[in-house]
Every structure is written in structure tokens, then in C-alpha cells.
């Protein structure tokens, strides 16, 4: 028999976003914090590049304003991103209180990127002004992560819930009431709770190379989804341009790099990004890695070079410590050798669709983070831009939840929408009482990411994704048919639970980018190569075409509304 706790507030993830909500909410109340793997394994974790903030003497919100509507392609929601920029410099102030070490100059060492306080400010592609914040180098989202960490263990009001995966949302009448999930022992849980908030990260292991560690499996897509939520800008999936491939593996490489003067060569030796956009590899990612993909093909190759050779070495080594020993261990050297690279997966700019507070078209369920489309990245997002929106949306949301902030409409505040009507979600054989074959798990897993690739990445077409639909098809038939019923001491297989997100999410994101016949950032159709004027601030929102499958079908919490105690 399920386990069954009750809360005010539930999180799943643990991330920059999931953990800016659990720690601003007040100590009174009970929350629990789950994620499916250890406490500090999150895309957070990984974030090399750093923190973007208007900080500098030369800079303002306004500036970086524009810089992140510029990279938007005309799609981002101008309110989120007026709120996103003017809400930076005191969620950053936030992050210090707490004990997060941003890399500052040494005394009197005069250095002309840093704030009037000795915080050192980087530069990164399509920004106009240095206002990175970084920290230990390269190594800043493990610093952010360390220290949130740190400030969770002072927190005994917030439950944390380790390597427990959630497979359902409860819906009842009146919007979201909890959740269903499978504990660290492979035992089922029940979690009820007035308010429940997704913060578990991207889509980026839907695709065969991807920057994002393996749990990056769009669990909070297909779980919103099934649950009856509206999804926006799935067709939207940024390429990092500059990802590792060596030995076999990929790791990345960070925007910083470039912003710190490293070329991009072709195997000619020819730096190649001048003929393709007058920033050169300061171009938008989208720009960028459709140039280096460009340059693979045109000489038949899977990578292209990062070039450091010209810049000084020991400032190198100081600046990225974390990438220059990552290629020490793969036989490179930063400073003196050519960096073999090439586009990954790295981000979704789409996900569940909310508003400036967070809130999904299913009341109580909120969503924060990469999970979320507020709109703020339109096509295609500013480089370290997506630290600063788990933070900054975060930290709104908890002050939403305490009561303490304006109320608005649900709708996005700056775009229109097109609505694509889709079939419900199916009722996958998941959870405790289901399960299939560890070994055709992880083998659709990889024909899914390998099919993704192929059709559904950085240059799509008609004949490519209708293709890619009807391969997912198959998956999903192979999937459903071999689930069998759990004997009750039988160990459960987690990548069941994943590989059925996968499925859908995948569905989701094919279907979106048939959808959007035009070429505009991160989505390039070789069939639609421009833009169409009469897309410009027209967001694509996915809509279930009938209720949830996933429903409680008990009545409503009669607690709703207030603590409980």
C-alpha cells in the first residue's frame, strides 16, 4: 500500500529553480522536495558560463533588455523579459546573502571588468556588455549549487525526497492536488499537497549528443501533459554550439570561451564565422552552431576546431580551471590545441506554459525554470540567461505562494497564441504496479535519441519529421506492448518511467515543429528557410483535445487553500 503524506507545497526538482521557491518560502510551512537522483545532481550542477546581470558601470536592464530580445528572434515575451532584467541585481544580491563566492578581482589589481565591488564580469555571445557573473572560473553552477545546498540543510521544514521518481500528477476538481511517485526503495508515495510546482529541468537526452547530463529526460513535460497542462514553444530546442567531442564522449565548452576571443576553424585552418554573421563567434548560439554544422558538411566531418592558440595561456588555464582540466584528461591542451567541436542539445526554450508567477493552465500546478515557458527566451535564449530565469521566477513564485505578490492574468502578457489541439496523452502501463525489460528500456531510449538527431535537430523539413513521427509510433507500439504486470518484490525499473516521458515528450516536440512552417532561431526548417512575418510574436501552445487521463479520484483536499497543520 502507497505511503501518503500531505503538504503545503510540493517541488520536484532540485535545481537553481527548485530550490530558489523551497528556500523563500516561509519556515512554517511543510514542503517536500523531491528529485530522482542525489541532492546536487541537477543541469545547474553543470552550468559553466555564469550568471547574466546588469551590474556593470557601462551596463543597465535596459541594455541586456535588448540583448535578450535581440537573441529572441521576435519571440520572446517582452513583459517576462523587462521582469527577468530588473529583478536580476537583487535575486543576485540574494544568492550572495546565502553564501554564494562569485569570482571577485584580487585588491589592487585594477581590473576594468568588475563592479564597483570587486565582482568580476565576463563576456559571452550577442551581449553588448560584460556582465557575466562566474565563479570559480568555469565551475558556476556548482558553486550556485553548493551553496544552495548548504542553506537547505538549515531548513528542517523542507522534506527532501532523494532518487524518487514521479510518474503522475493528481487532478481532481479543483486543479492539482498532489502527486504519485516511487521512492529511493522502489516503494509507491502518495504526496498531497495545496500546491504543486515542477522544476525538474530539460528535454536534452532526447537527442544522441546532447550538453545535459542522462537525467535530462523531460519529465516535467510529459508529466504536465498527461495531467491535462498547456505546453508552449516545444519546437524550440537550442543547440550548444561548442561541445567536446573527443574519445568517444561529449562534454561542453563554454559561450565564455568565445567571449574571452577563441576562433572557430574548419579543418582548412580557415576562421569561418566572419563569412556567416558580423559578430563572428559572437553571434547568437543559433547563428553559431548552424555555421559550424554548415562547415561539417561542406567538408564531409563531425567536428569542427575551437582555437585558443592565440590567446595567452596562463590566463586561460585561470579563467576556464574546469575545461582546461576536463581536456588534460581526454590528452588535450586548452591553450595549445586545436578543440574538436560540434553542436549538442543543450537547451528547451518551450515547456509548460506560465504566467509571471508561475502558474500552469491547471490551477495549483506551477512550473519554474527550464520546465517552463514564460516566454522570456522566445526563439532562441541569451547565453546565461537560463541560471538567471530559475532564480529570478523562482523567487517570484515563493513570494506568489506567501501572498505577497500582484495578481495577473494566466495568459502570456506580450504574444499572441496559436493553439495545436492534440489527442490526450495515453494511459502508459506505468508506475509501481508496471514495468517492462531494463534492455528494451534503454534500447528505445537510444533509437528515440538517435531518430530525434537524425530528423528532429538543428535542420528539419517536412519529409524528415513526418518520418521521425512515425518511427515514434513504432517505439511507442514496442513500449506499450511489452509492459507487464510488477510482482510485489520485484525491483522496479526507473528507465521504464523515463523512456515512457521520452515517448512523449518527443511526440509532443515533432508535432510543434510540423506545426511552425518558417525557419526563426533555434528552429530551422530547410524547407521554410525564413522567417514569416505573420509568426512574429506568435507563440505555438499545445493543447490537450480532451480531460486528463491522470486524475485523483478523490474529492478535493479540504485543506486547499491554507496550511496545513
Known amino acids: ?101 562569485f569570482d571577485r578581482a584580487a585588491p589592487g589589481a585594477g581590473a576594468e571588468a568588475a563592479t564597483a565591488d570587486g565582482l568580476l564580469l565576463g563576456q559571452e555571445a550577442a551581449h553588448s556588455r560584460r556582465r557575466i557573473l562566474h565563479a570559480g572560473g568555469d565551475a558556476t553552477g556548482a558553486e550556485i549549487e553548493r551553496a544552495l545546498l548548504a542553506a537547505l540543510k538549515t531548513r528542517p521544514h523542507i522534506s527532501r525526497y532523494v532518487q524518487t521518481s514521479v510518474y503522475a500528477l493528481l487532478v481532481d476538481g479543483t486543479g492539482c492536488c498532489g502527486l504519485q511517485a516511487v521512492d529511493q526503495e522502489g516503494e509507491p508515495l502518495v504526496i498531497e499537497a495545496r500546491e504543486v510546482v515542477l522544476a525538474c529541468g530539460g528535454a536534452g537526452h532526447l537527442w544522441a549528443s546532447s550538453s545535459n547530463p542522462a537525467g535530462a529526460t523531460a519529465d516535467g513535460l510529459a508529466l504536465a501533459w498527461r495531467a491535462g497542462a498547456e505546453l508552449a514553444d516545444l519546437e524550440f530546442i537550442q543547440f550548444h554550439p561548442t561541445v567536446l567531442k573527443v574519445n568517444g564522449s561529449t562534454h561542453l565548452i563554454s559561450e565564455a570561451v568565445r567571449g574571452e576571443g577563441a576562433y572557430l576553424r574548419n579543418h582548412a585552418g580557415e576562421r569561418f564565422m566572419p563569412r556567416y554573421h558580423p559578430l563572428a563567434e559572437l553571434a547568437p548560439r543559433d547563428v553559431v552552431a548552424r555555421a559550424i554544422l554548415s562547415e561539417m558538411l561542406a567538408e564531409g566531418v563531425d567536428y569542427q576546431y575551437l582555437d585558443l592558440t592565440h590567446l595567452p595561456d596562463e590566463r586561460m588555464y585561470a579563467r576556464f580551471p574546469t575545461i582546461a582540466a576536463l581536456c588534460r584528461r581526454h590528452g588535450l591542451d586548452l591553450a595549445h590545441d586545436l578543440l574538436p567541436v560540434a553542436p549538442a542539445a543543450h537547451y528547451c526554450m518551450g515547456g509548460v506554459r506560465v504566467d509571471l508567477q508561475g502558474r500552469s493552465s491547471i490551477p495549483h500546478l506551477y512550473a519554474v525554470g527550464e520546465v517552463a515557458c514564460t516566454g522570456v527566451h522566445g526563439a532562441n535564449r541569451l547565453a546565461s540567461n537560463s541560471l538567471l530565469e530559475g532564480l529570478v521566477f523562482g523567487r517570484r513564485l515563493a513570494a506568489f505562494l506567501r501572498g ?162
Open 1 to 101: 500500500m502507497a505511503s501518503c503524506q500531505r503538504y503545503d507545497v510540493a517541488i520536484v526538482g532540485a535545481g537553481i529553480a527548485g530550490l530558489s521557491v523551497a528556500l523563500s518560502l516561509p519556515p512554517g510551512w511543510r514542503v517536500a522536495l523531491l528529485t530522482k537522483g542525489r541532492l546536487g545532481e541537477s543541469n545547474t550542477r553543470y552550468a559553466q558560463g555564469g550568471l547574466a546581470v546588469a551590474l556593470g558601470a557601462d551596463d543597465s536592464p535596459a541594455l541586456h533588455y535588448a540583448d535578450t530580445l535581440a537573441a529572441g528572434a521576435g519571440l520572446c515575451d517582452e513583459e517576462a523579459v523587462r521582469v527577468l532584467v530588473e529583478e536580476a541585481p537583487a535575486a543576485v544580491r540574494w544568492l550572495i546573502e546565502l553564501g554564494v563566492r
Open 404 to 565: 505577497e505578490a500582484a495578481d495577473r492574468a494566466p495568459t502570456a502578457a506580450g504574444r499572441r497564441r496559436r493553439e495545436l489541439l492534440l489527442p490526450a496523452a495515453q494511459s502508459w502501463p506505468i508506475g509501481p504496479a508496471w514495468h517492462g525489460p531494463e534492455a528494451l528500456a534503454r534500447a528505445l531510449q537510444e533509437e528515440l535519441r538517435a531518430l530525434m538527431w537524425r530528423y528532429v535537430a538543428l535542420c528539419r523539413d517536412e519529409d524528415g519529421l513526418r518520418t521521425a513521427w512515425q518511427e515514434l509510433l513504432q517505439l511507442r507500439a514496442r513500449f506499450a506492448e511489452a509492459a507487464r504486470p510488477r510482482a510485489p518484490q520485484e525491483p522496479l525499473v526507473r528507465s521504464w518511467l523515463e523512456t515512457a516521458n521520452m515517448l512523449d515528450s518527443a511526440a509532443l516536440i515533432v508535432q510543434a515543429a510540423l506545426e511552425r512552417r518558417e525557419s526563426r532561431g533555434s528552429h530551422w526548417r530547410s524547407d521554410y528557410p525564413q522567417p514569416d512575418s505573420s509568426l512574429a510574436d506568435v507563440s505555438l501552445v499545445l493543447r490537450p483535445a480532451s480531460p486528463s487521463v491522470e486524475t485523483a479520484s478523490r474529492a478535493a483536499l479540504e485543506h486547499k487553500g491554507r496550511p496545513y497543520v
